[in-house]
């Protein structure tokens, strides 16, 4: 059994759902303590627990500790299978933080199989709002063989949730991961993205400013096409916010902020453009989100994978110390033009 301190690194959830995910892929028992101590309200949230369970249902583990508030936890996984799930979040915990954990074993799968969640929250405060995984991190799996679609009916914002989304994950193409390379983005073709709010705001013309605000900006830096759609949707709860990608020849570079009472419109579309364009004119393939959520795919790819990054944030780092407790694996960090160039390699055991 691997014993994983909770409190290392940045603290946070990431641990409890990556050594989990690499639990059930491994088959290796799992003990984690001290989890999340750092934080204001230490222990397991609803959003853990939802994706604890769900990876947890799928290869038949034994569970210890998954309750809200456990500072402790003991997954001991079984075989994965494969078989639909139904994942039921009762707050407005974040969906793609949930999935963030589930999709790294549905790599396993030996068919196609479909998860319907019902409850939690499609965007939220400190977490990848699920457009972006859909639009982001999916193409860029598909890259590695790995298809994994996202249909949202119903957004949810906080404090109620109430999301209902759609999930299905196809068996990988050839068995494996492939590798990916990263190491040259290619020319810039295009900018697009997605301007969203909650019904109750289509009057103020909440995500019609927004995506305005950020198209003007966009436009007068860079000469490709750039599509910025302004979204409406009935949900249980008032928000709204902006995700942008840059689409390259060889990447997708995200970029997204969260709408705040108080701020206007113009202000948030704006700033999440500013924030692409940094990440566009850094020169890095991908952006320091997206670093970290790709670890643990290209630790289980098929050969040597590479990307670069402005930022190796401390969520990767701690992404990559996780990882190495359940894969062997070669990680090498360079500086190269300003930019950190990540390569991950798995051992491969005799």
């Known amino acids: 059994m691997i014993t994983i301190d909770g409190s290392h690194g940045e603290g946070g959830g990431q641990i409890v759902r990556t050594a989990v995910a690499l639990s059930a892929v491994t088959g290796t028992p799992l003990k984690i303590e001290n989890i999340r101590s750092r934080r204001k309200v230490p222990g397991l949230k609803a959003q853990h627990i939802a994706a ?18 456990s ?47 019902n409850g939690g929250g499609t965007y939220g405060k400190w977490s990848p709002p699920l457009v972006y995984i859909k639009n982001i991190l999916c193409p860029m799996l598909a890259e590695m063989g790995y298809e994994i679609s996202i249909r949202i009916e119903r957004n949810g914002y906080y404090p109620k949730g109430g999301a209902r989304v759609y999930v299905s994950a196809e068996t990988l193409k050839d068995g494996k991961l492939a590798a990916l390379d990263l190491s040259e983005r290619g020319k810039l073709l295009k900018i697009d993205g997605l301007a969203h709010s909650s019904s109750d705001l289509e009057k103020a013309e909440v995500s019609s400013r927004e995506a305005k605000s950020a198209q003007e900006y966009l436009s007068s830096r860079y000469d ?49 453009a500013k924030k692409l364009a940094e990440y566009i004119d850094s020169g890095a393939s991908v952006d320091v989100f997206l ?21 190796l944030s401390s969520h990767a780092r701690t992404n990559m110390d996780i990882i190495s407790k359940f894969i062997e694996v070669e990680y090498s960090v360079e500086t190269k033009n300003g930019l950190k160039m990540v390569s991950i390699k798995p051992i491969k055991q005799s």
């Open 224 to 272: 490709v096409p750039i599509d910025i759609e302004a979204t409406y949707s009935e949900c249980y709860s008032t928000g709204s916010g902006v995700t942008l990608r840059a689409i390259f020849e060889n990447a997708i570079i995200g970029a997204d902020t969260l709408g705040k009472r108080g701020v206007r419109a113009e202000v948030i579309g704006l700033n999440t």
């Open 52 to 69: 604890i369970k769900a990876i947890a249902e799928l290869c038949d583990a034994d569970l210890k500790g998954a309750v809200i508030g």
């Open 71 to 117: 500072p402790k936890l003991e997954f001991i996984p079984g075989s994965i299978v494969s078989k639909d799930i139904q994942i039921d979040i009762p707050t407005a915990g974040s969906i793609g933080l949930v999935l963030q954990g589930l999709m790294i074993p549905l790599t396993k799968l030996q068919r196609r199989i479909d998860i319907t969640i």
């Open 291 to 311: 670093s970290d959520q790709l670890l643990p795919y290209m630790a289980l790819a098929d050969g040597r994978s590479v990307f670069t990054t402005n930022t």
